[in-house]
């Protein structure tokens, strides 16, 4: 290997180990028949990450609103749709609907649009973030810290997971069989973090995996975000650990 390619090659793995994570949300229901292309978008930018110098941290949130419509579907709350409805009022557009992907909580558009999530994942990627870290300190704490960055936010943590393929028997989509992945079991607020000021909280993390991120108030940018296994061994550090 020359010198040319050698050097060639330290950028391109520094690169890969300083991509930016990138929180992408996709709002979508199994009651409705344009999403299932959506979470298959998903689960490919989560699996392949596919992105030059972007780490997708991916979180799959059911809305509730088609429920009525021959269709219960099972991963749904009204808390997803109250989140997808506080983006509407925010970034506008023709108010909530699926399949709906936002990109770190600046940039919205149809969830099955694979040209567009990859232009909005790259340029999300190119603002900086807070260096977020989270660190399982025992099985079921989480110890979550970033150094002072020059904005304010609210602190998040969710406990998102891959369920079994889901039969779908009524609606839109009956008779289908549908994937899902980094689907949101629940979301709560942990903490504030403040401007010029360290953040440093430890929190109760149920669940296998959770997705830890900072978004400015009034459900506004995504200043950081992480992703981490939560049975991983006490003292493991993780900046971003997608699953795949």
């Known amino acids: 290997m020359t010198w040319l390619e050698r050097f060639s090659f330290s950028i391109c793995f520094a690169t890969a180990l300083w991509a930016q994570p990138v929180l992408v949300e996709l ?41 009525h419509l021959g269709w219960r579907d099972p991963f749904s709350s009204g808390a997803m749709s109250a ?8 970034l506008g557009g023709n108010g909530p609907y699926t399949p709906q992907m936002v990109v770190d909580g600046e940039a919205e558009f149809v969830g099955s ?23 399982m300190t025992s099985p079921k704490k989480l110890h979550v810290f970033a150094p002072p960055g020059k904005s304010s936010g609210g602190v998040y943590l969710a406990v998102v997971y891959d369920p079994a393929v889901s039969a779908v028997s009524r609606g839109e989509n009956s008779g289908r069989q549908l994937i899902h992945v980094s689907v949101v079991k629940s979301l ?16 109760d993390a149920p669940g296998e995996r959770l997705v ?33």
């Open 188 to 203: 709560r607020k942990i903490g504030e973090m403040s401007r010029n000021k360290p953040l440093d909280l430890e929190v």
């Open 113 to 135: 649009d694979s040209m567009q999530a990859r232009r909005a994942i790259a340029l999300a990627a190119e603002s900086p973030k807070l260096e977020l870290k989270a660190e």
């Open 27 to 67: 709002f979508t229901s199994e009651g409705c028949s344009s999403c299932p292309p959506a979470d298959a978008l998903l689960q490919a930018l989560r699996q392949s990450q596919p992105v030059p110098g972007a780490t997708v941290v991916a979180m799959s949130e059911h809305v509730d609103y088609w429920n």
């Open 83 to 90: 989140r997808q409805e506080a983006y509407a009022k925010r």
């Open 212 to 244: 830890i991120f900072v978004q400015e108030r009034g459900q506004g940018r995504v200043l950081g975000v992480a992703e981490v296994a939560a049975r991983q061994s006490a003292g493991r550090v993780a900046r971003w650990s997608p699953q795949k």
